[in-house]
Structure formats: C-alpha cells, structure tokens
C-alpha cells in the first residue's frame, strides 16, 4: 500500500478514539493496524524492523476533508522525523523549562 491508500482504509475503519492505530513503512511500502481499546497490543508480523513506525490513538478528523488531509500529512511528518528525517522539535534547546510564552 501507499500511504494514500493506508490513509484510505484508516478512514473507512472510523477509528474511534483510545483504538490504536500502528502505520509502518518499509521501503516504499506502508502498512497498518488497528487494536481496540483495551485490548492485548500489538504484535509486529516480522522479525525485523521497519524503516518508520507510529502509533497513534487519538480523535481522528475523520469527517472533516480539510483537516483530514492536513492531520495525515503531519502524522507521517512525524513518523520520518523519528527515523532520522527533517527534525520536527518545536522548541529550541536554548529555550529554559517551563515555557513562559
């Protein structure tokens, strides 16, 4: 699958919020699934690892075709940033804890 087409089926699932959704990339192939809340985990279905993985179990802006869009692209932003991709920190390191602003 593409991530269009991971996206798709995501969507078509309606995920509601607290199920988990795993979405992998290895290579340029993604995949996903889908865990309830509650339930046991998820279990990887190889023993080697992807290139790029994320979980997320929030509120999906499934009815909202804008946001929707703009949520899938950020999710996968995300997802490269922790594999090594463009750096996503929102906050300088130089900038003192608890944020004042």
């Known amino acids: 699958m593409n991530a269009a087409e991971v996206f798709a089926a995501i969507r078509s699932t309606r995920p509601e ?3 988990v ?6 290579g340029e192939e993604y995949s996903w699934r ?4 509650g339930a046991d985990g998820l279990a990887l279905d190889s023993a080697t ?10 509120e999906w802006p499934l009815d909202d075709a804008e946001r929707w869009q ?3 692209d950020d999710l996968l ?25």
Do not use: K, N
């Not at 959704?21 to 290895?26: D, F, G, L, P, T």
């Not at 991709?85 to 944020?99: H, I, K, V």
């Open 21 to 26: 959704v795993y979405i992998e990339r290895r």
């Open 34 to 37: 889908q865990t309830a809340a």
């Open 49 to 58: 690892l992807p290139d790029s993985w994320i979980c997320y179990s929030g």
């Open 70 to 72: 703009a949520f899938c």
């Open 17 to 19: 919020p607290g199920d």
């Open 77 to 101: 932003a995300e997802m490269e940033s922790m594999a090594g991709g463009p750096d996503r920190c929102r906050w300088s390191a130089d900038d003192p804890w608890p944020r004042g602003h």
